[in-house]
């Protein structure tokens, strides 16, 4: 069974820098689509970054590009959200989601039927 653990999350001041990771059990990196989500209280839930061996395909929301970045540890299983820079209106819940057959370039991709999910982990920034 495919398994997501988040974490990383917490308090830091803007400009500052955190590091989310994202640990999947129950499939391989290499062979699935991993998306990142956030969702701000009383707001509609958007998709941040999306990345796809398997389409070669990738997608960043342009509010963070050039602040964040996504990395992969094959023997950990694990996905990585770098966020430097970050700002206040950066301040969410973020989600790692996992789906085998979903395209990053999917039309609505904060719409899209991922198939797993992690728990969330607060992000606030915040002088």
């Known amino acids: 069974q495919v398994q997501l653990v988040e974490s990383g999350g917490g308090l830091v001041q803007p400009g500052g820098s955190l590091r989310l990771s994202c640990a999947a059990s129950?499939?391989?990196?290499?062979?699935?689509?991993v998306g990142w989500f956030r969702q701000a209280p009383g707001k509609e839930r958007e998709a941040v970054s999306c990345i796809s061996s398997k389409y070669g395909s990738t997608y960043w929301i342009d509010s963070v590009k050039g602040r964040f970045t996504i990395s992969t540890d094959s023997e950990k299983k694990t996905v990585y959200l770098q966020m430097n820079d970050l700002k206040p209106e950066d301040t969410a819940v973020y989600f790692c989601?996992?789906?085998?057959?979903?395209?990053?370039?999917?039309?609505?991709?904060?719409?899209?039927?991922?198939?797993?999910w992690g728990q969330g982990t607060q992000v606030t920034v915040s002088s």
């Open positions: 129950g499939f391989t990196l290499d062979s699935i689509t």
């Open positions: 989601a996992t789906d085998l057959s979903i395209n990053c370039w999917t039309l609505h991709l904060e719409n899209s039927d991922f198939r797993s």
